[in-house]
């Protein structure tokens, strides 16, 4: 179930590139994209992870990548 969760937001941020390369975007307006779009999937990335957190091992792989993330606030 977790996994497809993730694999849901991994696929929006894939639309968002493929958006950006079909409209033909250069450099600065792919960026521009990104922060409009990919910032907040990213968002809402982290507040899964944190929401599931309570729900993995600690210890474990999965428990591990997401104490990390959240710690961090990588995205």
């Known amino acids: 179930m977790r996994s497809t969760v993730m694999l849901a937001y ?6 968002v590139e493929r958006e950006a390369r ?22 809402d990335i ?8 309570p729900n993995v091992l600690p210890k474990s792989p999965k428990g591990k990548r997401a104490a990390t993330r959240c710690r ?3 995205r």
């Open 10 to 15: 991994i696929r929006l941020l894939y639309d």
């Open 72 to 74: 961090t606030g990588k």
């Open 46 to 53: 982290k507040a899964y992870l944190e929401r599931e957190r």
């Open 22 to 43: 079909d409209m033909k975007l250069n450099g600065e307006e792919r960026l521009a994209l990104r922060l409009a779009k990919s910032v907040r999937i990213l968002d």
